[in-house]
């Protein structure tokens, strides 16, 4: 898409894909001093994310795990610049920062420089509290910066609540499974990735990642800084503690979210949508997808799934493949007959 | 029934028995039990328990279950009281009645997550835009947190205005015994409420009054209420009071420590008093004057740097010398720690 001749946008860094494991950069930027449960994939994508950037970069934080876990009690396993934003703010606050940072640059009170900035939000505050910054935020074509929202499915920090990212029939704490009542939580989760692409005609980059899939996720990452311009990358991170599993198989339920189609991979590049990885894969029926019952029986929060309920949970991602205007991304559906051209 | 009981969960027992058949909310430490409790139980009696998206959206939605004329609630702690107080004016101004629990944390900015009271100007003084009220009940005990819950329904309802229930992280996170009444408040008709029935299709709701007169009349109509209040509604506690030499004060978990350190100090023979406001606002500022008229000095102790200390003194008016001692930023002062405050020297002043 054309860009308007008013639109100035800085150079940004040179952050060419990594090609293969061997040449990631061994430096780290995210290191110890963090308090996160174990088995925590949050915490990993905050170091391959910070790592994926590199050392010219500034993080900033909304409130969630990822902030309080990493930055209390006098300490911190950030290498880099860091800052803490309110828990809906990682939008408004990254915009603030960067558009901060270009005015600095252009009055000459700093050296003019790319500075990668990368405001991060967790589902709380990004895909519920937070939504209408990030919207906002992404409409503004001068400023580069990312935001990348790291989705543990629910209120990780306040003990596992509810958010608008919480799969459906989750037992969560505002969704407690009883005798009376089985499922509690039943809306579907909120495609935020997909509505943010739609929505924002300024937005060049925008991309769901695992960290189970590590270098596809900071080949996204470095994709998204590099490209200029405000971008969007939505993470889902296992959560053993919300999603009440052994922290052993962290890495296992990210590839399932994956190879069962719950969790499509793709990226939008310049309004080019392109299906990643393994997602790719089986949209190209080169890989068959593993029933859902695979993904949801190795957590306790689907422990009170009966049969009924794992078929229900088939059925939508099943539809989400089969009927979706554009598989895993665009969640309208095709009215085949009446899409006829009209007679002449 | 006896029960043992935690202070966030004894919120929502006595909402339920207050006949509060809404709650919207959204999580926060250390506040989240309410919304937890509520989303458990309100089910049970026929009630809804909705998650907001924020606590903007939460209180927006207590706007509209209010107008709908039902017994609506939410709770949170500082952060989350902060984004509600346009809608918390917005409530007041349109008069509408509803309960906001605030579970006081350190702050400022996120703080932390242990017990402060440093909300009180933002509750007590009215932390939202234009001239208005919250009504401001200040529970010491989890028995008080489901009691003073059920009677800032009541004082919503009889003002149609917001009411606070405003605690420590303290007092809502510990467990003690409570007694509930197994008998459930009816909450009064509600004729001017929107509910879409022909009874109701001429009702307005809305806080704009944009012709000058009008707004003042309205405001005025407002003061006659807040005066109204003032008069009749101020609460609070005396503990051996009668006839203190030293007068201490404080609410909430602060005032438990205080009646510790008036025991002991009681003890040693020296005369100390304890006086509790259970309402911040109105506040109980007569029976304060009443209490401390025979008191040599007045001791204002808080979890914050200051903030009830100006209501002690504006209404004691400089009667009576006021000494202040605080803790922040979570810590709690002990017993022998605000004993020490006032029992030396006015031992050594005998």
Redesign the interface.
């Known amino acids: 898409m054309a860009i308007s001749p008013f639109v100035e946008i800085d150079a940004t860094q040179k952050l060419d894909p990594f090609k293969g494991v061997k040449k990631i950069p061994l430096e780290e930027y995210f290191t110890s001093g963090h308090r996160t449960c174990q088995g925590c994939e949050s915490a990993l994508v905050m170091k391959m994310m910070v790592k994926a950037a590199g050392p010219r970069t500034i993080v900033l934080g909304s409130?969630g795990c990822m902030?309080v876990a990493n930055t209390t009690y006098y300490s911190t396993s950030w290498v880099v610049p860091w800052m803490?934003t309110?828990?809906?703010s990682s939008g408004s606050a990254g915009l603030g920062a960067a558009a901060a940072l270009k005015a600095q640059m252009r009055k000459g009170k700093m050296k003019k420089e790319p500075i990668n900035v990368i405001a991060f939000c967790g589902d709380?505050g990004g895909a519920?509290?937070g939504?209408g910054a990030i919207s906002a935020s992404l409409t503004h074509p001068d400023y580069n910066f990312l935001i990348l929202l790291y989705d543990n499915e629910s209120?990780a920090?306040?003990?596992i609540?509810?958010s608008?990212s919480t799969p459906y029939g989750a037992h969560t704490?505002?969704?407690?499974p009883g005798k009376?009542?089985r499922i509690?939580h039943h809306r579907w989760k909120k495609n935020t990735a997909g509505m943010l692409a739609a929505g924002h005609p300024e937005c060049k980059y925008v991309s769901t990642i695992c960290m189970s899939y590590g270098l596809l996720g900071m080949n996204c990452i470095r994709k998204a800084l590099a490209i200029g311009g405000p971008t969007f990358v939505h993470s889902l991170d296992p959560c053993p503690k919300g999603w009440d599993y052994d922290p052993y198989i962290s890495h296992e339920l990210g590839e399932l979210a994956v190879t069962t189609g719950i969790w499509p991979l793709y990226e939008v590049e310049n309004h080019t949508l392109r299906l990643l990885g393994k997602t790719r894969e089986i949209a190209d029926k080169r890989y068959v997808r593993q029933p859902v019952r695979d993904y949801l029986m190795k957590q306790g929060r689907f422990a009170h799934f009966t049969k009924d309920d794992i078929d229900y949970f088939q059925s939508k991602v099943d539809e989400m493949w089969q009927k979706w205007l554009i598989p895993g991304v665009i969640p309208m559906m095709k009215d085949l007959e009446g899409d006829a051209p009209p007679a002449e | 029934m006896r029960q043992l009981c935690k202070g966030n969960v004894a919120v929502i027992k006595g909402a339920i028995l207050a006949g509060c058949r809404a709650y919207y909310g959204y999580p926060i430490t250390p506040a989240s039990e309410i919304a937890e409790s509520a989303a458990l139980m309100l089910p049970q009696v026929g009630g809804t328990f909705l998650q907001a998206e924020s606590e903007v959206a939460a209180i927006n939605m207590v706007y509209g279950a209010s107008a709908a004329g039902v017994r609506v609630m939410s709770g949170s702690s500082g952060p989350g009281l902060s984004l509600m107080q346009e809608g918390i004016s917005y409530l007041a101004g349109a008069e509408l009645p509803c309960v906001i629990v605030d579970v006081m944390r350190g702050g400022p900015g996120l703080g932390n997550i242990a017990p402060e009271q440093g909300d009180y100007f933002a509750m007590v003084k009215g932390g939202g835009h234009g001239n208005y009220r919250n009504i401001v009940v200040a529970p010491a005990s989890v028995q008080e947190m489901a009691e003073l819950t059920m009677l800032a329904f009541e004082l919503a309802d009889k003002y149609r205005n917001p009411a606070v229930v405003l605690c420590d992280g303290f007092v809502a996170q510990m467990v003690e015994a409570v007694e509930l009444e197994d008998r459930e408040a009816v909450a009064p008709d509600k004729p001017w409420a929107v509910k879409g029935t022909a009874a109701t299709r001429k009702n307005l709701i809305t806080s704009i009054y944009l012709e000058s007169d009008e707004l003042e009349a309205h405001q005025r109509h407002m003061e006659a209420k807040y005066a109204r209040a003032q008069r009749e509604e101020p609460r609070h506690e005396l503990y051996q009071a009668r006839d203190a030499d030293v007068l201490l004060v404080g609410y909430g978990i602060v005032s438990r420590v205080l009646r510790s350190a008036v025991e002991k100090a009681r003890q040693e023979g020296l005369r100390a008093g304890l006086f509790r406001p259970i309402t911040l606002w109105p506040f109980p500022e007569k029976a304060l004057v009443a209490a401390a008229a025979r008191a040599k000095k007045v001791l204002v102790v808080e979890l914050s740097n200051g903030q009830m200390l100006e209501d002690v003194r504006l209404a004691l008016d400089g009667r009576v010398t006021v000494e202040f001692y605080s803790r922040v930023g979570g810590n709690v002062p002990t017993t022998e720690e605000v004993h020490a405050r006032f029992a030396t020297r006015a031992q050594a002043a005998a």
């Open positions: 409130t902030y803490h309110q828990l809906g709380g519920d509290m939504l209120y920090n306040t003990d609540q509810l608008g704490t505002f969704s407690p009376m009542k509690m």
